[in-house]
């Protein structure tokens, strides 16, 4: 049974609020946000429209379809976005880069919420704002028909489309860190998303990404960011840090993903019948 609860507001409850601009956007990631708490999500890797389907019934706000460490292709992604459509979570598509094309051709599939993987300066970022904006604002290429516009019959897609995107850049090196504030602080950078394993290892701990000086690091860039508008995300490393993550305030927090779930789960149980079996002998 579907928990009891209402994770994205209706169109009703966003007409009338008026707490923040983000409880008024089109974008289902901004309204989520408007909330003010922290937003659970989980990982999905298995490139399984059934897992996605099955996670957006968990209770989490929203869920990451990650294209760049899974094999999921663009028909793959469409597949999960319907699997989640109608459900009270949010999708968020992880591409592989932060390339023009790719971002315009899952803007055009109906992805509403991107995530790219490794921007390191104001300059990428400010690349990647302008790939996802329709001129004059960006470079986004125009199509009379997609799947985002329902295939030509949304007349006002092309005159929203701008609010109904929202970007989010990780932050995954020392170099990122160091420009922390400068990606942040760029206009149309809507969050950014700590991912500590590729920082651990561009900070020396290669596979280590629960590793003290690396959360530090991760706290600290938090911190710094307390008084600016952008929202800030983490990928815990195990349910622990993921408390700590949610318990310190980041806005949006990925406590775990789908493989590890279930892969760690069914150990655990072949585990412990294997035992019994023993036991029986």
């Not at 460490?69 to 999960?80: F, G």
């Not at 020392?174 to 561009?202: M, R, S």
């Not at 318990?247 to 779930?261: L, M, Q």
Request: charged share 20%.
């Amino acid at each position: 049974m579907r928990p009891a609860i209402m994770l994205i507001p209706s169109q009703e409850e966003v007409a009338m609020s008026d707490k923040s601009p983000h409880a008024r956007s089109r974008n289902p990631f901004r309204r989520a946000l408007s909330q003010d708490r922290p937003l659970l999500g989980i990982w999905s890797m298995l490139n399984s429209s059934n897992a996605v389907e099955g996670l957006s019934e968990c209770g989490f706000d929203w869920v990451l379809i990650d294209g760049e460490h899974s094999p999921v292709t663009l028909p793959d992604a469409i597949s999960h976005l319907r699997a989640a459509k109608g459900a009270d979570i949010v999708p968020i598509v992880r591409i592989s880069w932060n390339e023009p094309m790719l971002i315009k051709q899952y803007l055009d599939a109906g992805a509403t919420t991107l995530m790219l993987p490794y921007v390191q300066s104001a300059a990428e970022a400010e690349a990647a704002v302008a790939a996802m904006h329709y001129p004059p604002r960006g470079t986004r290429g125009v199509a009379a028909m997609h799947r985002a516009s329902r295939y030509g019959t949304d007349k006002t897609y092309l005159a929203e489309a701008g609010d109904a995107v929202a970007l989010i850049v990780q932050i995954e090196t020392q170099q990122a860190l160091d420009n922390l504030e400068a990606i942040a602080g760029v206009e149309g950078v809507d969050g950014v998303f700590f991912g500590p394993g590729d920082l651990a290892a561009t900070m020396g701990y290669l596979g280590k990404p629960a590793e003290p000086a690396v959360i530090d690091a991760i706290v600290n860039g938090h911190a710094r960011l307390k008084d600016m508008p952008v929202k800030v995300g983490v990928l815990a490393p195990n349910p622990e840090l993921a408390e700590r993550f949610v318990r310190h305030g980041f806005d949006f927090v990925s406590v775990a993903n789908d493989a590890a779930v279930l892969f760690t789960g069914a150990a655990a149980l072949a585990s412990r019948f294997q035992a019994v079996r023993a036991e029986g002998r």
